[in-house]
């Protein structure tokens, strides 16, 4: 069965969203504003330059109590930080590990228990095949 092209994720809408945030930190309210899509959209637009492997950094900070993420396209420097040792910066293994990490950072913000940061974080290294448990302190 032949993958049928999305409407909103056409290489028009991918080649938008990379000019706008090509130099300004956007949040996904502002892009959809400037792209004339919903947020929806716009994150399927994010997700889908993602999968390509289009290196997107975000950003999440709090703002009256409310959690906002900013995208930016990476720079040199950015990708350069996770690159694979063999070359490649879109691994598995580094796209796992960076989800989990800005889930923990998350959770550190939030200020969940220490108990249950552990119990992620241990549980994200062995679906990357790294068995070694995290030292309880």
């Given amino acids: ?29 502002e892009l959809a504003e400037e792209m004339f899509l919903t947020v929806d959209q716009v994150t399927r637009v994010i997700s889908a330059l993602r999968y390509e492997g289009t290196p997107i950094t975000s950003r999440k900070f709090k703002v009256e109590g409310t959690m906002v993420s900013q995208y930016k396209l ?48 241990t549980h994200a290294l062995q679906s990357c095949g790294i068995v070694k448990e995290l030292d309880s302190k």
Avoid at 15 to 29: M, Y
Avoid at 90 to 109: K, P
Wanted: aromatic letters at 4%.
């Fill in 74 to 121: 990476s720079t040199d420097e950015d990708v350069a930080v996770l690159m694979h040792k063999e070359g490649r910066s879109n691994n598995r293994d580094n796209l796992i590990m960076i989800a989990v990490l800005n889930r923990i950072i998350d959770m550190c913000v939030d200020k969940q228990p220490y108990e249950t940061i552990q119990k992620h974080a």
């Fill in 1 to 29: 069965m032949p993958k049928i092209e999305s409407t909103i994720t056409t290489d028009f809408n991918k080649k938008k969203l990379k000019r706008l945030i090509k130099d300004d930190w956007l949040t996904r309210k």
